[in-house]
């Protein structure tokens, strides 16, 4: 609205009153919209300014984070190289003879080679694979194998020769399925890892079939993995790998134990004996008559 100063002087009082509050309204509104386009402004700036300071490229890793790529594995084998056991490796057996090893050509996890442990008699025959690593960092071992003609015990596995540590056993051939086992290494430098057929205790029979071998370092171990620790326990101990071993060796933990109970035993009967000594010979003092201990004071007193 805009009114000349003589009309407005011409106006009575209410009027000239309406038209003042009317004027103040609109210069406030007007006010507000210039402090609000110059606070945008001067954010505009201020993020303008941290932009160009960072620089775009780390602004864009802000909004989109990398993912870290993964690490290279420090040893693979898929045994295409040659018909024997790669260099260093070793085959074990608990009953010699009853098992063999051998590269062998078919439909392999990856390439057309793999390795096969047969075992005609119940036995714990494996692989032993050295593999060198850094101390105190973690590893995840992975291993495609199948199994056939194998009995209830544990088939086709992979462990340590250094750990009670170890996978699920695979005990069909219908496809391969991975077996992976993480280590958390301490002090060592170098791991033996344990592709078999049966395990401790697990005597078996039948084929067992190993692929793709790959061991990586790695940050962090998922929840629920079958971990080996390195770190805190010692190498366990050797282990039986038949029942009556296993037998032995409980019989003569179970012979220490009754020993240390009979010794136990037998202190607390000599306490017992002491104790009861002890009471008896008061009890007699304590029951004496007396008449016999005032003739007794008199005597000593003549």
Request: with cysteine; hydrophobic share 45%; aromatic share 6%.
């Amino acid at each position: 609205m805009v009114v000349v100063n003589g009309a407005l002087a011409s106006m009575p009082t209410v009027q000239r009153g309406l038209v003042r509050h009317q004027e103040v309204a609109l210069d406030t509104a007007a006010a507000g919209r210039i402090t609000a386009k110059r606070a945008a402004t001067v954010v505009f700036a201020i993020v303008a300014g941290w932009l160009v300071a960072l620089g775009f490229g780390a602004a864009s890793a802000l909004a989109d984070p990398v993912v870290p790529s993964p690490m290279p594995p420090v040893m693979t084998e898929s045994f295409e190289s040659g018909s024997g056991l790669p260099a260093g490796w070793r085959f074990v057996e608990y009953v010699q003879g009853n098992s063999t090893v051998a590269i062998v050509r078919g439909a392999a996890a990856e390439g057309t080679h793999f390795l096969r442990i047969v075992s005609r008699k119940p036995n714990h025959a494996r692989v032993v694979v050295p593999v060198r690593v850094s101390p105190n960092t973690s590893y995840r071992c992975q291993v495609m194998a199948k199994a056939s003609g194998a009995n209830t015990n544990m088939a086709a596995v992979l462990g340590m020769e250094s750990s009670y540590a170890v996978t699920g056993s695979v005990r069909t051939d219908t496809q391969w399925q991975p077996l992976d086992l993480y280590i958390k290494v301490g002090p060592q430098t170098s791991i033996d890892l344990s592709m078999g057929l049966g395990y401790f205790t697990q005597l078996n029979v039948g084929t067992a079939d190993f692929d793709a071998v790959t061991v990586t370092k790695v940050s962090a171990i998922p929840n629920g993995a079958m971990v080996a620790d390195l770190t805190t326990a010692p190498p366990a101990a050797a282990k039986p790998d038949t029942t009556d071993q296993s037998t032995s060796t409980q019989s003569s933990h179970e012979a220490v134990s009754n020993e240390v109970v009979w010794v136990v035993v037998g202190i607390l009967v000599v306490v017992g004996i002491g104790a009861a000594v002890f009471v008896m010979r008061r009890g007699n003092t304590n029951s004496r008559p007396a008449g016999a201990t005032e003739s007794n004071a008199h005597a000593e007193s003549d």
